[in-house]
């Protein structure tokens, strides 16, 4: 299960960068709880927006180290965006059946206050 685990979770990392919301879709159960420094998600339709939102500043994850612990997979990597300096960010994951059930994501907040006023600006110029 360990590698099985590892490769969901890079798929998921790829589809992040690769702004592939349909991969996304497919990779995160219909459930899934998400718990990051600034807000809780439990829905899949909910993170998938979200995701979309940070899509405007997005230029990659650079991931650094993957770690596994059967269906727990911990993903060290960087947020690389247009908007601030690449941002060092940890998530734990739990998989079941290939699909990501919960993520916990680990960040510094006071970088990202910038990231959001940029998303913020990009989204009322698209309206």
Known sequence: MTKNAEAVALAYMDAVTAKDFA???????????????????????????????????????????????????????DVVTD??????????LTINEGRI?????????VPWQKAREEMAKRAQARA
């Open 23 to 77: 991969r996304l879709e497919a990779i995160f159960a219909p459930n899934i709880k998400f718990e990051g420094p600034s807000r809780s998600i439990d829905n899949r339709t909910e993170l998938m927006d979200a995701l979309r939102r940070m899509s405007a500043i997005l230029v990659k994850n650079d991931v650094k180290r993957v770690f596994s612990d059967g269906s727990e997979v911990c993903v060290i990597y």
């Open 83 to 92: 908007a601030i300096a690449p941002l060092p960010t940890v998530e734990w």
């Open 101 to 109: 059930q919960s993520i916990k994501l680990f960040y510094d907040q």
